[in-house]
């Protein structure tokens, strides 16, 4: 587990660190503990240092300050962070989680940065943050997010079934539009198009989760 000693970081206490890499679905099988506890410390870390940056750095409102921290405090940006420095290879899951999903990765991350916190202080934590995310904020990057992953967890435990239909195609060769459809037990969710039916299903997708997401569905 090398990824925090290519940032010039050292945890003494290693067992912590495996906490932190550990999904509950591991310790629901095998007992000991998880990263729940890490993951909310981590949290909070997280944000105070992007907010410490974006204030130093623009000349923004609150308003405005607050939505540009929450692009890249996001589930779909801490999982990048993850897979940057690292991470994913050593999270240890239960056999009820068989992937790392964006969730779990972006939880992960959240979890390690409490470690480097109660080990190392908020000064290295924080430097350590903005080595990783300060890059993505100068280059406003744009994180994807997969809603259909997000879809998919949000059904699952409910045992419905989730299918997406096209529903449409037109336009020329060069230049098709699909429209599909999201439906969960038959019923639609939720409606998208786009110039690929990747893209399509993602856009129903985000559509019927953004709906479920306000109990609007």
């Known amino acids: 587990m090398n990824f925090l000693k290519n940032y010039g970081i050292k945890i003494k206490n290693e067992d912590l660190l495996k906490v932190a890499l550990t999904h509950p679905s591991y310790t629901n099988e095998h007992g000991g503990e998880n990263y729940e506890r890490l993951e909310y410390l981590g949290d909070a870390v997280l944000e105070l240092a992007v907010s410490e940056y974006l204030f130093a750095n623009r000349d923004l409102s609150e308003g405005d300050m607050t939505s540009l ?100 195609e037109s336009g020329p060769a060069h230049d098709k539009t699909f429209t599909f459809e999201v439906r969960v037990d038959g019923i639609i969710y939720g409606r998208g198009t786009g110039h690929s039916k990747k893209e399509a299903e993602q856009e129903a997708a985000k559509d019927a989760y953004m709906k479920a997401a306000s109990g609007k569905e």
């Open 69 to 168: 921290r929450s692009r890249f405090v996001c589930e779909a940006a801490n999982y990048e962070y993850a897979n940057k420095i690292g991470i994913i290879p050593f999270i240890k899951l239960g056999n009820g989680q068989l992937t790392v999903n964006d969730t779990i990765g972006a939880d992960v991350f959240e979890a390690v940065l409490g470690v480097v916190f109660l080990e190392c202080g908020y000064e290295v934590t924080k430097k350590f943050i903005l080595k990783v995310v300060a890059p993505y904020i100068e280059s406003d990057y744009k994180f994807y997010t997969n809603y259909k992953s997000l879809l998919q967890e949000m059904i699952q435990t409910s045992k419905k079934s989730l299918e997406y239909v096209e529903i449409s």
